[in-house]
C-alpha cells in the first residue's frame, strides 16, 4: 500500500510545527522586570523615564518613548522568555 506524497508532506509539516513552536517557560515577575530593564537600555534613548510592570508574564509598559524606538521596542521585549504579552501604554513622541 503506497501512502499518497500530500498525507506524507502534510504529517512532516505538523511535526516540524509542532517541534518548533516556541514554548512558553513561566519566568518570575521580578526577573522580567529585571530583563526588561536591561534590554530597554539598548533600544531606548531614555530607558529610565519608562515604567515597567509585570505581572504573570504580562508586561506593561508607561511613559514617554520615540516613535522611531516604538516597534522594535516592543518585538524584542515580546522575544523574552517568559513573557506572554506586552502592553505599550506609551505616550509616542516625534
Do not use: N, W
Request: proline residues 6%; hydrophobic residues 45%.
Amino acid at each position: 500500500m503506497r501512502i499518497p506524497f500530500v498525507v506524507v508532506a502534510a504529517a512532516a509539516g505538523s511535526l516540524l510545527y509542532f517541534s518548533t513552536r516556541r514554548k512558553f517557560q513561566p519566568v518570575e515577575d521580578d526577573t522580567l522586570i529585571v530583563q526588561a530593564r536591561a534590554a530597554l537600555e539598548g533600544l531606548v534613548q531614555h530607558p529610565g523615564s519608562i515604567d515597567i510592570q509585570v505581572q504573570d508574564g504580562r508586561v506593561t509598559l508607561h511613559g514617554p518613548i520615540a516613535e522611531a524606538e516604538l516597534k522594535q521596542t516592543i518585538r524584542a521585549l515580546r522575544k523574552l522568555p517568559g513573557v506572554r504579552r506586552v502592553i505599550p501604554q506609551l505616550t509616542v513622541h516625534h
